[in-house]
């Protein structure tokens, strides 16, 4: 198998200490889980999403682990503005702080509290959050007015994209239009379950997203897409479980990876993957950054 | 590997005290003392709870959730997730401390024969849950805050009247303030890595994966790295301090 050294240089703006960071939504809530993933080998972090208002999101059942995946239907609970002492002692480590709102002005309001912030990540991509997420991130002029006031803080900023879209390509062009540093793809999957032998939708908000393996390669072909349509860093996110996957994930363009779903299996699967994917001989990542494309 | 929830039907409700109920359902659930479930009340919400036997949970109605599974009887169906997390992990001459509902899997672990003595605190004689049953089964002393039953007072005082270092295992579950009580003394005694806490967080996906039950300072999960953990993983942070609620606001 390909083995890269690791990063020498800044990463969309981000001082990474590897190639993959903890992905948004998960044992993102506190500071101190937050740390703890950074000690446990993530290259960087991005926050639970948070919104311009505290939400205590749906009723459950809120996650359900699947063949090759886990649904979700969380709601994007928050507490808002509390959030910045949350992470106050963080300060220094590479903390992509996820933000949400329903409307440009709401984004711009939360990123304005986060000035220790390395980066924003826009969440236009939740598929479970009436108004929010992937209500408006489907739309590539909010998008793109989203991502022009949030670059006013004068900060990275990633947009993170839905694949319930027809053409992921349009909604990346948007985002860099508006000035995104890099794209985050992808959210999850929108998808549900029925319980068969109650009759009804097992999730308390009846759809939720799909993540975990069984979107790995709609992520691929995600990235591999946008990775002929912009010129800016892409971020691979969707199903990654192994060192390979981030190499595949490289080749279909990406230039670091956030991996979330396979937490499930291990919270240690950061240093596992680092173990397999580094090596002092290893060659530069860039070298391999999209070279599967014909 | 799927998870989703197993639906059970419920057999037998029993009423243990005017605020606790057993619901007995029609399938067994391979559980460890310690380890819980998350209970789906279809169309209201899923919350977790201790199991009371392999085939049945005790609750105490403190909440929406709660309210509305003691609205059921039998027949009627819930879903059920798990078992999760890691249990009590006792060696050696064991106690058991419990208060008010904090009986239920400090139960299980008495009913496998694995307590020697028994604490059972409750605020009156009418709230006392399972008494009965550990009578038979362990050294049990009785602790009623207003003294109608037993030690008047709380369980730390009977902890006060014996030599809790004659104990290799202190097993703990109850109101946090309590938990507290017992981790001061094993502090006090430089004991606290013998106490084995069962913590209760707010929790939404119970795999380790949402991080809504993550204690502060080292970010451990309630659902995945607990409930039950050690003393001196506990006794600086949020521990009778503070815990986050649904949205993640300190409370």
Redesign the interface.
């Known amino acids: 198998m390909i083995q890269i050294k690791l990063p020498e240089e800044e990463i969309a703006g981000v001082p990474l200490k590897n190639h993959m960071l903890l992905a948004a939504?998960?044992?993102?809530?506190?500071?101190?889980?937050?740390?703890?993933?950074l000690a446990l080998g993530a290259g960087g972090v991005v926050t639970?999403s948070i919104g311009p208002n505290?939400?205590?999101?749906h009723?459950?059942?809120?996650?359900?682990?699947?063949?090759c995946g886990?649904i979700?239907a969380?709601g994007l609970?928050?507490?808002?503005k509390?959030?910045v002492e949350?992470i106050s002692p963080l300060k220094g480590e590479p903390v992509v702080v996820s933000i949400f709102g329903g409307t440009p002005a709401e984004f711009g309001e939360v990123a304005s509290w986060f000035s220790n912030a390395a980066a924003f990540e826009l969440n236009l991509s939740c598929p479970h959050a009436e108004g929010y997420g992937a209500a408006i991130g489907v739309d590539p002029r909010i998008v793109q007015e989203c991502t022009e006031i949030v670059k006013t803080y004068n900060k990275p900023v990633w947009v993170k994209l839905t694949p319930n879209v027809t053409d992921i390509k349009m909604i990346g062009k948007a985002a860099e239009k508006g000035g995104a540093d890099a794209l985050v793809a992808i959210n999850t999957v929108k998808a549900m379950?029925i319980?068969t032998?109650?009759c009804?939708p097992?999730l308390?908000n009846v759809f939720g997203g799909l993540s975990g393996k069984a979107v790995f390669p709609i992520a691929v072909r995600s990235v591999y897409d946008l990775y002929e349509a912009v010129g800016i860093p892409i971020i691979g996110c969707g199903g990654i479980t192994t060192a390979d996957n981030v190499v595949e994930m490289m080749m279909a363009g990406a230039s670091a990876v956030e991996i979330?779903?396979a937490?499930?299996d291990s919270?240690n699967v950061f240093s596992e993957i680092a173990a397999d994917l580094y090596a002092e001989d290893g060659i530069p990542a860039e070298e391999i950054v999209g070279c599967a494309h014909v | 590997?799927?998870?989703?929830?197993e639906?059970v039907t419920i057999t037998t409700v029993v009423d243990e005290t005017p605020t606790v109920k057993t619901f007995v359902f029609d399938k067994l659930f391979a559980f460890r003392p310690g380890q819980f479930c998350?209970v789906?009340i279809?169309?209201?919400?899923?919350?977790p709870m201790a199991f009371s036997a392999a085939n049945s949970i005790t609750v105490m109605k403190v909440g929406d959730a709660t309210q509305a599974l003691f609205s059921l009887k039998a027949g009627d169906?819930l879903?059920i997730?798990g078992p999760f997390g890691n249990g009590f992990f006792p060696s050696g001459k064991v106690l058991a401390v419990a208060g008010g509902i904090g009986v239920t899997p400090l139960f299980t672990l008495a009913a496998s024969g694995e307590v020697d003595t028994f604490i059972l605190g409750a605020r009156t004689k009418e709230e006392l849950v399972f008494a009965e049953d550990l009578e038979k089964v362990s050294d049990l002393k009785i602790a009623t805050d207003d003294g109608t039953y037993g030690f008047h007072g709380f369980v730390t005082g009977i902890i006060d009247q014996i030599d809790i270092t004659s104990y290799d295992t202190i097993c703990v579950c109850g109101p946090e303030m309590m938990m507290k009580g017992v981790l001061d003394r094993l502090v006090a005694k430089g004991i606290e890595n013998r106490g084995q806490f069962s913590m209760h967080r707010y929790m939404?996906?119970?795999?380790?994966?949402?991080?809504?039950c993550?204690?502060?300072?080292?970010?451990?999960?309630v659902c995945?790295d607990g409930p039950v953990f050690t003393g001196d993983l506990i006794k600086s942070?949020e521990f009778a301090h503070h815990h986050?609620?649904?949205?993640?606001?300190?409370e």
Not at chain 1, 77 to 80: F, H, Q, R, T
Not at chain 2, 42 to 47: A, Q, R
Not at chain 2, 244 to 250: A, D, E, I, L, V
């Open positions: 939504g998960i044992l993102g809530t506190t500071g101190a889980s937050l740390k703890r993933m639970k505290p939400i205590p999101g009723h459950g059942p809120a996650l359900i682990p699947v063949d886990l979700n969380m609970p928050n507490p808002s509390d959030f949350e379950r319980s032998e109650l009804r097992v308390g979330g779903s937490i499930y919270v | 590997m799927s998870e989703m929830p639906v998350m789906w279809p169309g209201v919400d899923e919350i169906k879903g997730r939404k996906c119970a795999v380790g994966v949402c991080g809504s993550c204690m502060d300072d080292h970010g451990l999960r995945k942070g986050r609620g649904p949205s993640g606001r300190k």
